[in-house]
């Protein structure tokens, strides 16, 4: 059905994908990319200061109990990075909304975990 209504329409226009100067200055994935980064560091920072009082371990299996500060920032710029990738490709392709769904668990996860960090092991 979907091949028959496409082949009745030869000269429709296809999408363009969004040229990537663009992409990188869209104001939805700019701020996305912004939310994330600062969730991620709000949780990366309180991570790195709670180890140091040393009342907590991470619950994060992949980072282990008692994460380096190197590990801890090299998980944050791989994760970063990919949801970067994904968001700039989704924009790209015309699929704006994408970026901040891609962000939301992630970026509330950080929170929820950087604020028990301070409300748990910093008193």
Same mark, same amino acid.
């Given at each position: 059905l979907?091949?028959?209504a496409w082949a009745e329409l030869p000269n429709a226009?296809?999408?363009?994908p969004t040229p990537w100067s663009q992409v990188v200055r869209d104001p939805l994935y700019l701020t996305s990319m912004g939310? $994330?980064? /600062?969730a991620l560091g709000f949780d990366s920072e309180s991570t790195a200061q709670g180890l140091a009082i040393g009342r907590c $371990?991470? /619950?994060?299996s992949w980072l282990g109990p008692h994460p380096s500060n190197?590990?801890?920032?090299t998980f944050g710029v791989i994760e970063l990075g990919i949801v970067a990738t994904l968001g700039a490709l989704a924009t790209r392709h015309h699929l704006r909304w994408f970026?901040?769904?891609?962000i939301a668990m992630p970026?509330?996860?950080?929170?929820?975990?950087?604020?028990?960090w301070r409300t748990t092991c910093w008193n």
């Amino acid at each position: 059905l979907i091949r028959t209504a496409w082949a009745e329409l030869p000269n429709a226009p296809q999408p363009q994908p969004t040229p990537w100067s663009q992409v990188v200055r869209d104001p939805l994935y700019l701020t996305s990319m912004g939310v $994330e980064a /600062g969730a991620l560091g709000f949780d990366s920072e309180s991570t790195a200061q709670g180890l140091a009082i040393g009342r907590c $371990e991470e /619950g994060n299996s992949w980072l282990g109990p008692h994460p380096s500060n190197g590990k801890i920032a090299t998980f944050g710029v791989i994760e970063l990075g990919i949801v970067a990738t994904l968001g700039a490709l989704a924009t790209r392709h015309h699929l704006r909304w994408f970026t901040p769904a891609l962000i939301a668990m992630p970026a509330m996860e950080h929170i929820k975990g950087g604020v028990s960090w301070r409300t748990t092991c910093w008193n």
